[in-house]
C-alpha cells in the first residue's frame, strides 16, 4: 500500500483524502496545523461547476438543499447608485447535476470531513523539518516523525512546508489590496451581486435558502503594516468609511462578523526536483480572489494529484502549469476591471461589459473553458 502524507487539512487536502479515502488503496495521514477546526464560521465561498462537478465524485450532492444556494446570474452594479449595468447567466454552464453553487465555509468543511476517520488527521501539528531520501521523513516538534513514500503539500498560500522541500522563500507577494469579509442577513436575491466601485469591489451571494448571505469587498491599499500592526477595529471601521462615501449600499446596519485582512499572490510558479512531491491548492499558486477559482482551483489541483498517484495521468506540474496562467491572467484582469477609477475607462468599461456578458463566443472562451 502506497504511504502518503499530506499537508494541511484546507480544502485541497481534505478532497484529496476524501479521495484516498474512497478508494481505498492507499495508507494515508493529514497533518494540520492547527489545534481545532472552526466549523461554525459562517463566511461563504463561491463553487463554480469544475470543482462542483469534482466534489459531486465524493457525494456533495447529499448536502441538505436548504444548506446551499444556486445563484442563476452575476449580476455587476455600479456600486455609487447601485443601478445594474449587465448581467451574465451563470447557470447556463451548469451541466449535468453539476450546479454553480454557494455555501458557507463551514457547510463544506463539514462534509469534506464527514468520511475522513477521525484519527487520520493529525492536529496541531509542528513540522520543524522535511528529510529527502528513498521515502520522505516529517520531523514533527517533540521528537515525533512520520513516514511516508509520497508528500502532498497542501498547506496554503503561507505554506512553510513548501519552503522546505524546495529550499527556497515561498514565492508569494502582497497583492496591494485587503479584504473585508462579513455576513449579510435577509438577502432576498439569490444571484451573486458584484458592486464596481472605484479601487474597490465587493460581492454579496446567498449561502443558503435562509437569506443568509456573504459580503467580501477587495479594496485597494498600499500600506501592508498599517493592517498587519494598526488596530484591526479602527482599521475596519476606516474603510468600511470608505466604501460608505462611494456607495449607498447600507454597509453600517447590515455587515456582522467582519473581519479583514491583507491578500497574498503567487509571484512564480515553482516545482520541486523530487516527482514524488505533489504542491496542491494555494501552496502550488495562490490567485487574486476576483476570479472566485482559488478554492474549485484547489479541488482541481488535488484530483489531478490523485490521478498521478493512479498513473492515470504523469504530468502534473505540465498540466497545472497550463492551468495556473489560464486563471491567472483571468483573476488579473478580472481585479483590474472590477476596479478602475478613472471616469472615462469606467464609461468605455461598462459598455464593453453589457456587449461582452451577451456574446456567447466570448462568454464560452472566457468562463466556458474553464468551467469545464
Ligand atoms: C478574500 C478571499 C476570498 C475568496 N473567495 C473565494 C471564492 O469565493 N471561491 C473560491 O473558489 N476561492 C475563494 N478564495 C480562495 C480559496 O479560499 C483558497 O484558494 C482555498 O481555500 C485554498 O485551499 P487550500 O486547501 O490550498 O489552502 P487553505 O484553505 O489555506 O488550507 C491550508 C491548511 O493548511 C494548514 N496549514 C498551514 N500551515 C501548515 C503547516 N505548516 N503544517 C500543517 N498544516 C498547515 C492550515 O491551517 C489550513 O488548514 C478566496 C480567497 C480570498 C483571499
Redesign the pocket.
Known sequence: MKKILI???????LYLANLLEKNGNYDYKI????KVFNLQEGYG???SVN?VKLLNEIGFRQIAIHDINYPRNINFYNSKNLKLISKIEISKFNNNQNFYTTIKRSILFNFLLKNIPKEKIILN?D?ESIDQNDQFKINIKNNVSEISDYLVI????????REMVLKQIKSIKFHNSV?I?GNLKNIENNDVSLYLGPNFHFVTYPVNQSNEANF?SIIAEKNLEKIKNGNKNIIIKEFIDILSKNSVFNFKDNLENISIYP?FVSSKFDKPKNKKIFL????LY?FP?SF?????Q?IDSAYEVFKNLEGISDNYYESREEKIKQIKSRSEFNHFAFQVSNPITIFFRDIALKFLSKNNSFLEGYLGKVYK
Open positions: 499537508i494541511g487539512a484546507g480544502i485541497s487536502g497533518l494540520e496545523k492547527k465561498v463561491q463553487l470543482g501539528t513540522i497542501c498547506d496554503g498560500v503561507f505554506s512553510s512546508s479584504a469579509r467580501i491578500i496542491s491548492g494555494d501552496a495562490a480572489p472566485a477559482q482559488g478554492a474549485s484547489s
